[in-house]
Nanobody
């Protein structure tokens, strides 16, 4: 079992940047693909990005391609989401999730979730 914990959210102006971090406890971190999701008030949870176990495959929602970059450091049990050129529509609670072996863009496919970190982008 892994337990993700997110950090790095905050308030930024449009066009600014943030880097989110997610530390996932457990000695089997490399057995899990990792994903980022977000949920804005009144909206469904939305896929943002995912990364495979060894960082050889990454996947992004169309809404963030070219602006966000996902990465992981297995030695630190940590996955990152670098967010550049932020827009007001990026405002949401961002969640880190872990899925055994294979990544997915479906939130229901992930079995382990963090508590979320708030990202607010002002216009």
């Amino acid at each position: 079992q892994v337990q993700p914990v997110e950090s790095g959210g905050g308030l930024v102006q449009a066009g600014g940047s943030l880097r989110l971090s997610c530390v996932a406890s457990g000695r089997t971190f490399t057995n899990y693909a990792m994903g980022w999701f977000r949920q804005a008030p009144g909206k469904e949870r939305e896929f943002v990005s995912a990364i495979s176990r060894n960082s050889d495959i990454t996947y992004y929602a169309d809404s963030v391609k070219g602006r966000f970059t996902i990465s992981r450091d297995n030695a630190k049990n940590t996955v990152y989401l670098q967010m550049n050129s932020l827009k007001p529509e990026d405002t949401a609670v961002y969640y880190c999730a872990a899925r055994f072996l294979l990544y997915s863009e479906k939130s229901t496919a992930y079995g382990y979730w963090g508590q979320g970190t708030q990202v607010t982008v002002s216009s």
